[in-house]
């Protein structure tokens, strides 16, 4: 894939998480998928493996916000790489706003994510995520 064709590919996924649709987006992650949350906040490391991502990041989250929107407004692409710049239209299930703006390094290969590497505002993170929710531990009864 070239690089338009892959800024193709992501502008279609985000146009999708633009109205709270995350599927298109998770099924552009390949098995060996690897998401890094850059600073030093609580969600701060590399989640290596798709699994490990639906699980260890997007299922807390989910758990913070509910419904996550992510609007993007700028691709850049330059071959297997594409950099979004976006902007988080959310709330926490505490009514705290969390409207966080991000850069967001994409490494793709055969029209799949392999590398997301995601820039914040750390310090938004910590006033309105905190600390993530273990989920595996949660009652769902």
Known sequence: ????EN???LQAAFAELAVSNAKPFVDLMADDFSWVCTGTTQWSR???GKQT???ELFAPLRAKLGRITTVAHR???DGDTVVVEAQGRNTTRDG???NNQYCFVI???EGKMHELIEYFD???VNRALGTPVDVSTESHG
Request: hydrophobic share 50%; aromatic share 12%; charged share 15%.
């Open 107 to 109: 490494h793709m290969q």
């Open 122 to 124: 750390t310090d938004l």
């Open 96 to 98: 705290v706003a969390y």
């Open 1 to 4: 894939m070239n690089a338009l």
């Open 53 to 55: 991502v639906l699980g």
């Open 46 to 48: 590399r989640y290596a």
């Open 7 to 9: 800024k193709k590919i």
């Open 75 to 77: 691709f850049t692409a």
